[in-house]
């Protein structure tokens, strides 16, 4: 692995599974301190303290912003500064314009949206600093639509949509702050695996077993939001990466 991450701090939320693992691990391989920030508490002391040293947890309902001032209040504690902030925790819950719940529709606007939206609040002050980069996790729904999955689609287009915002507000206050956004496609974590019918296995339908599979692994998505989080990534700000094997280019 190559040091690009050497001397920064990275908070991850949604850190102790799924896509926020892969980054976490990552991150720390490439000689960052990271955060994991997450609900589940068990998991999260886990997979901190398998990574060692450069990673700590914190317990963090993305929802509250009492909360996300204990999480910032954490950092600059420990660390005195933040480079990088991955908003990557989220939910997924099925339902059609007309299959979909009010309770449903506000819990995955809630935890997916409004909890970016938070992320974002508390940390520009400690990214302020020295500059740093916000990546947001979105998703090609957000790009174009999932039927049954309304609620997930409108929750991750008003990401994209504040990732663009947020891009041109930081720009313009010259804050050398980043904030893009990474849209997968299907992903092989825990939380979409419960998508699938019982008895199908997603690892069927990934890109290694045929190009033309819609899902990748969460390595697959790190490695972008790694990037976008790295000096590497210091001229890019306000896009929308897809990590989707070319789905959303193809009309089938």
Known sequence: MSARMQGKVALVTGGASGVGRAVATQMVREGARVVVADIDREAGEALADALGEAASFVALDVASPEDWRAAMAEVEARHGRLDALINNAGILLPGSIEEASLEDWRRTMTVNADGAFLGCQAALPL?????????????????????????????????????RTIAAHCRRRKTRIRCNSVHPDGVLTPMSARAYPPGVDPADFTIDRDPMHRVCLPEDVAAAIVFLASDEARAINGIELRVDSGQTVMSL
């Open 127 to 163: 990214l302020a600093r020295q500059g740093g980069a916000i990546v947001n996790l979105s998703s090609v729904a957000a790009l174009g639509g999932i039927d049954d999955y309304l609620a997930y689609s409108a929750s991750k287009g008003a990401i994209a949509a504040m990732t």
